[in-house]
């Protein structure tokens, strides 16, 4: 029976990174020193590999002991904690601490040196973190980078901590997810409605009663007594309860009794260790008979070198234990996220997402690859976006999930009023046609009434048909291109700005050369501290027009150009019959990037004509990595120059400019410079940035003369030439 709690007493204790000071706040402080890598291989071999990893040396038996009486989520009683933890960069953040229940309190109280916590700042990051005979253990999400993990450096030691970013892990995974579909899986296409606006979840944290069973055999590799295998899977479910609550408002409590299922012995457990087709069958026996199918709304069992296998939207349900999850390293992040979040994600409904042939669902298969999402194959299903998963749901597995919590058989949670309120999409930018071989962008209008809340956003191709993979420019179908990790900003550009600034690679995020009509769908997550995220999401469409594009930034877009503040400089490019219907584009906006085509956030001009030519007044930003970025008034598609140039504070007695027929070549150079004109030349000088003439030189009637920089310092300098039509100065560059 679903069960509604309308007490806010959980609500109203869940910690809001706005109001800490309000709360009794506890300092609390441990030891932790910096160490090498060399001095950690002196006490065992590493069971975690990362690059650009930083370790400690860390007293959390001094930390332990100082969180006696500290805040439970669930319970306001007790003292929220401030303590600081390490970042992969050697810097410290402070965070604000409160217990959670990923233990029932029956089974926690028999288990007393099993804890764990929940922690947040005023970044809008969100820890799941936990302490145990094991050690700490801790995952930090951010909105503003990739999920940073602390761990044990070296099973059994709880002395050294290896702290890693999830994109740097390094792992040697193997495995396979065969879901059995219990009941009928989603196969058809998902209808999309443009523009169409809801939730995800719906703002009330869902708390499911889990029973996790436990091979002999994964025992056994994680210590061998019934507390080494609970440690670990409370380490696990405290990592997979954080993605479930950041995504859709989920988490799960492990039952008072779940030492029940948990084994010692692989000689006498009733478990077929490594062989998922007969585990799935005996962990739904194993937990009913040991736990009590009324004392439990979803089971699983982790074992060792199985793979995975969970039945489909099995949670309430008779088959709601048709779970396995199985590795022959069943710890650690591809573990928790890669095995057991997806593989529970099928128990709420999720279907796999990869566009590749592995176990694809056709009506889902909306990644381009293996996938890069939970529900993916990544680093499995060749060919591979990448090695892991990345931490969040896809939209669709959200919508599938979102379908049956929401069904009428799914009646077994307890559900929980949360102090927050979504974010509410209010309008996008799809809908727009853009020329094919050309970038473009998409953005969402977000409102939410809560203040603290750190907004993230994922924009996501929503075409699932059978397509060539890696995507091809020539697909009229199909996903051409990949999920990213949720962004804090509301804008994504296809493919990203650091792709097309280096010209590549492309291989995941591929655009269309010919017509055709893509489906995309934003998330936005609030990421609100406390016991559950708020969502909201939008769908729309981009065509695509063969008969135009691709749109191109001209000039600026050589090498060696500099500008000088002040000055008026021409931006061309070529309009590519993008001025004419369908794609109707009647203005551009100009920018500027002083950071190399990384960011944008200099307008140069708004609203000027789509000509193909605009001209604009440099800005007083120097650089000498300055791009520029020309796009459609609606902020649809773009193009940025190719290469970067200089700008430079103007100096005393510079002539302004006068564009006339001249030519400098090479530009770069690394001595001479040929220097070819058309026009009426008077003079030609050698000027250095100062305005100091270094040398004159005669002209001739051949129209062209070479000039000897070999003597000169790598710099720029500039060629100021007199004609009749006035003066004109033009930079070389002197390597």
């Known amino acids: 029976m679903k069960t509604v709690l309308y007490s806010l007493a959980v609500s109203g204790s869940l910690l809001i ?24 291989l002196q006490h065992g071999d590493l069971q975690i590999r990362a690059t650009d990893a930083i370790y400690f040396e860390m007293d959390e038996e001094a930390l332990v002991a100082q969180l006696n009486g500290i805040m439970f989520r669930e319970v306001g009683q007790g003292f929220v904690a401030e303590l600081d933890f390490p970042h992969p960069d050697g810097t410290f953040h402070t965070y604000y601490a409160k217990g959670n229940h990923t233990m029932n309190p029956e089974l926690a109280a028999n288990f007393p040196k099993i ?65 059995n579909s219990d009941l009928e899986p989603l196969n058809t296409t998902i209808e999309l409605t443009t523009g169409e606006m809801k939730e995800f979840g719906t703002c009330e944290l869902r708390t499911y009663r889990c029973a996790i069973a436990a091979t002999g055999e994964y025992t056994q590799f994680h210590g061998g007594t019934v507390n080494d295998a609970l440690a670990s899977q409370v380490t696990t479910m405290n990592r997979v309860n954080g993605i479930y609550e950041k995504d859709m408002a989920i988490t799960m409590e492990i039952v008072a009794n779940n030492d029940q299922v948990v084994y010692t012995n692989p000689s006498t457990d009733p478990y077929s260790n490594g062989n998922t087709g007969a585990m799935i069958a005996e962990v739904q026996t194993d937990i009913n008979s040991n736990i009590g199918s009324s004392n439990y709304d979803i089971g699983h069992v982790f074992g060792t070198d199985s793979g995975g296998l969970a039945g489909l939207g099995v949670v309430c349900s008779s088959s709601k234990a048709r779970g396995v999850t199985g590795s022959g390293a069943p710890v650690g992040d591809p573990f928790d996220v890669d095995y057991v979040a997806h593989e529970m994600g099928h128990q709420f409904g999720a279907n796999h997402t990869q566009n590749n042939d592995c176990n694809r669902n056709n009506g889902t298969a909306m990644e381009p690859g ?15 976006v990448q090695s892991n998963s990345d931490d969040h749901f ?30 509410t999409i209010t309008g996008t930018n799809g809908g727009a046609t853009v020329p094919a071989s050309t970038p473009f962008a ?31 420019a020539t697909s009229t ?129 708004t609203g000027v004509p789509n000509t193909g030519s605009a001209q604009i007044v440099v800005p007083s930003e120097f650089t000498n990595i300055a791009r520029v970025m020309v796009m459609s008034e609606e902020g649809t598609f773009f193009d940025m120059s190719n290469f970067n140039f200089t700008i430079l504070e103007a100096f005393a007695g510079m002539d302004e400019v006068v564009n006339g027929d001249l030519e400098l ?71």
Request: hydrophobic share 35%; proline share 6%; glycine share 6%.
């Open 17 to 40: 990174t706005g109001n800490l000071t309000a709360q009794n706040t506890k300092s609390v402080n441990y030891a932790v020193q910096p160490v090498s890598e060399a001095t950690v």
């Open 115 to 179: 804890h764990s916590y929940d922690a947040y700042n005023t970044e809008g990051h969100f820890v799941k973190w936990d302490i145990t005979h094991k050690g700490l253990h801790a995952m930090i999400f951010r909105p503003d980078g990739s999920t940073i993990f602390i761990d044990p450096a070296i099973q059994g030691n709880s002395d050294y901590y290896i702290v890693y970013t999830r994109e740097n892990f390094i792992t040697d995974k193997e495995r396979d997810c065969q879901f």
């Open 370 to 384: 293996s996938a890069s999402t939970i529900m993916g194959y990544a680093g499995i299903c060749a060919p591979n």
């Open 394 to 423: 896809h939209g669709v597995s959200l919508e599938e999930m979102h379908f049956e919590i929401m069904s009428s058989g799914h009646q077994c949670e307890t559900i929980t009023p949360l102090s927050n309120t979504a974010p």
């Open 442 to 472: 998409l953005t969402a209008t977000v409102t939410d009434p809560d203040a603290a809340d750190v907004l993230t956003y994922n924009w996501e191709q929503m075409d699932n048909q059978s397509s060539m993979q890696p995507p091809v």
């Open 477 to 605: 179908n199909g996903p051409n291109f990949r999920s990213w990790p949720s962004d804090a900003s509301p804008t994504r550009y296809f493919p990203k700005l650091s792709a097309i600034k280096n010209n590549g690679p492309f291989t995941w995020e591929r655009l269309p050369s010919v017509s055709r009509t893509m489906n995309f769908r934003v998330t936005v997550r609030d990421n609100a501290s406390g016991a559950g995220g708020c969502n909201d999401h939008a769908d729309v469409t981009v065509t695509v027009d063969a008969n135009s594009g691709p749109f191109e930034v001209t000039s600026p877009n050589t090498l060696g150009i500099v500008w000088y503040e002040t000055q008026t400089r021409t931006v061309t490019w070529d309009v590519a019959n993008t001025n004419n219907a369908p794609v109707s584009c009647q203005n551009v906006d100009i920018f500027l990037s002083i950071d190399g085509g990384n960011n944008f956030p200099i307008t140069l001009a």
């Open 665 to 735: 070549y090479p530009n770069p150079t690394n001595d001479m410079v040929n220097v070819l004109w058309s026009g009426d030349v008077q003079t030609i000088e050698l000027v250095d940035i100062q305005g100091k003439t270094i040398e004159t030189f005669e002209v001739s009637d051949v129209k062209t003369t070479a000039i000897n920089l070999e003597s000169l310092s790598s710099g720029v300098y500039m060629i100021r030439v007199t004609s009749s039509e006035g003066t004109s100065t033009h930079q070389v560059i002197k390597n």
